[in-house]
């Protein structure tokens, strides 16, 4: 077996340091970062049918960055103000920090969870149950996040604001890699989009979490490498051990 060039579906990372480039020198493979999907924002005309009024919520959930730029994207394109009043719960400090891009970060309005898991905000949104809560999400937010805020009671509404969509390949774009790893069931669907009589044959499938491991599955693919797991908490670390267990030692050690 060789792997010469992997097609990792995520943007390109934006430190020199990342995992990925070690690994490509290490086994002398060519690791190109092409993301099978996008986010693409909904236009305020859009939004507007859904009969969601901003105005009408004194508190947001954000779970990603993504959410928070579409968020004000929105309000600025519809021309409404945020007070300062209204309170940010973040699933996690990261996401929090980001806030600074767009109001001033206050400790008594802002507020996050650790692990960026919505029940880890929990006793947060719990202590402002009185809030009323916009919560700020793509068009494939995840069902069980909805469960935790129902079964507590949680006044609030889900307001789609940005979706996934296909990233489609161009007619002359190259595809001829040896492995390609997946983050998510949109990717498999963008595969399978793109290229309708895709037949995977010696081609090597990793995926992160379980989700896209099943979606991978389901789609009649092989899974060859499946993160995380014990021995590879992360993707860097199970394409590593992969290749480290299928590349010839000489060429490792060259």
Do not use: W
């Amino acid at each position: 077996m060789s792997i010469k060039k992997v097609l990792v579906s995520q943007p390109k990372p934006s430190s020199e340091k990342s995992p990925y480039f070690e690994i490509a020198e290490k086994y002398g493979v060519e690791i190109v970062f092409r993301p099978f999907i996008k986010v693409e924002g909904l236009t305020a005309k859009e939004f507007r049918q859904s009969k969601i009024s901003i105005s009408d919520y004194t508190a947001i959930i954000f779970t990603a960055r993504t959410a928070i730029d579409h968020f004000f994207r929105l309000a600025e394109e519809m021309r409404v103000t945020i007070p300062d009043t209204m309170k940010y719960f973040c699933t996690t400090e990261a996401i929090a920090l980001y806030l600074q891009k767009y109001t001033i970060y206050r400790k008594r309005k802002i507020f996050h969870g650790n692990t960026g898991k919505l029940d880890d905000l929990l006793p947060f949104l719990l202590k402002h149950s009185k809030e009323k809560f916009l919560y700020a999400i793509s068009d494939v937010n995840k069902s069980e996040d909805d469960n935790i805020l129902d079964k507590n009671n949680i006044n609030y509404t889900k307001a789609v604001m940005y979706r996934t969509v296909s990233n489609d390949f161009g007619p002359d774009e190259a595809f001829d890699y040896d492995m390609l790893l997946f983050f998510s069931p949109s990717g498999i669907a963008s595969l399978t989009k793109n290229f309708p009589n895709f037949k995977q044959g010696d081609i090597k499938f990793g995926t992160f979490g379980a989700t896209t491991a099943k979606a991978v599955r389901d789609a009649g693919f092989r899974l060859d490498i499946e993160a995380p797991s014990p021995k590879a908490p992360s993707m860097t670390a199970a394409l590593d051990l992969f290749l480290k267990e299928n590349t010839p030692q000489e060429i490792i050690a060259s």
